[in-house]
């Protein structure tokens, strides 16, 4: 069944008929026994200081844009002596990375940290291998060696998370 608002997918186990027990796995921005406490949801560089996360994907402010509102939307030139190679990161509609990302399997997994659902809300550091994908993508669009055109770029990325298994059914 759905958990709060379909902010997850619950499970119940009848087995014992004297004892129902529930287990949820809550979506990102969402914790607690029945998912019903709001947390902090994973976005990338937390949007930048342009924008506010909403459940896991920037909502940016005016005047900027990009997945994690890092790019103006009138921009200066960029300096010529900036450090090589210079690398460009497509912009993909937000289904094919971050809106995946809210349905990952488990919280947790398939990024590099998450927030915990109690009152203070903590940062927990996730090291596994499939967090790879959303720290390459993350660091590479706040890093000096970005570019936004694609003329002078000598490498491309395109940020697809497909070594997360991720299901609208999470658990």
């Known amino acids: 069944f759905w958990g709060n608002n379909q902010s997850s997918w619950c499970d119940a ?6 004892e129902v027990k529930v287990r949820c796995d809550c979506h990102d921005g969402w914790g607690g026994e029945l998912c019903a406490t709001p947390t902090e949801a994973y976005c990338f560089n937390h949007c930048s200081g342009h924008g506010r996360c909403e459940l ?8 900027y844009y990009g997945v994690d509102c890092s790019l103006p ?12 190679p210079l690398i460009y990161v497509y912009e993909l509609p937000a289904e094919f990375n971050v809106q995946m990302l809210e349905q ?8 590099v940290r998450f927030y915990t659902d109690g009152k203070t809300n903590e940062t ?5 291998l499939y967090g790879a994908e ?7 669009l706040a ?9 002078e770029a000598d490498f491309f990325y395109v940020p697809v998370m497909g070594a997360c298994y991720m299901s609208r059914f999470t658990g």
């Open 13 to 18: 186990d009848v087995r014992r008929r004297k």
């Open 56 to 63: 896991g994907h920037c909502a940016c402010e005016e005047g």
């Open 73 to 84: 939307v009138r921009s200066a030139p960029e300096p010529s002596d900036r450090p090589r």
């Open 104 to 111: 990952r399997i488990k919280r947790e997994k398939c990024t």
């Open 124 to 128: 927990k550091w996730e090291p596994n």
């Open 134 to 140: 959303p720290v390459v993508h993350e660091h590479l």
């Open 143 to 151: 890093s000096p060696h970005r570019t936004t055109n694609a003329e």
